[in-house]
């Protein structure tokens, strides 16, 4: 199988990343799309707010607010995740596929 071949579950392959099976809805997608654009809004604020000195407490809150929209996006993602592509690959019998999304979950749970 070349690098750029879809794999037994006709996922595209390339440079190590994976295609989902089942399509992100378009409301899911301009949603994503929506937080993810007010994220990079806030951290070209605080990339400002740097290299105007301003004070730390005023840009560690800034910090914290992008920190916590990223998360809440991660957290949109993962039951996303859980709900279709994990769900689809325990319907076609892959098991271990459990063990990554509890990986997922770890890495998020902090």
């Known amino acids: 199988m070349s ?4 794999d037994s579950q006709g996922t595209q392959k390339a440079c190590g990343c994976h295609h989902k099976a089942t399509p992100r809805s378009q409301q899911m997608q301009d ?6 654009n007010r ?6 604020g605080v990339k400002t707010m ?18 916590s ?13 859980l709900e279709t592509c994990v769900v ?14 509890m990986q997922l979950i770890k890495k998020f749970a902090r």
Do not use: F
């Not at 994220?39 to 070209?44: A, D, S, Y």
């Not at 998360?71 to 995740?81: D, G, R, T, W």
């Open 69 to 81: 929209a990223v998360h809440s996006i991660s957290a949109i993602l993962l039951q996303n995740h």
């Open 88 to 101: 689809e690959q325990i319907e076609q019998g892959n098991t271990q596929i459990i063990d990554e999304a």
């Open 50 to 67: 740097i290299d105007d000195n301003r004070y730390c407490g005023d840009v560690l809150i800034q910090l914290s607010a992008a920190e």
């Open 39 to 44: 994220v990079i809004g806030q951290l070209n």
């Open 31 to 36: 949603d994503l799309q929506k937080r993810l």
């Open 3 to 6: 690098e750029d071949s879809p």
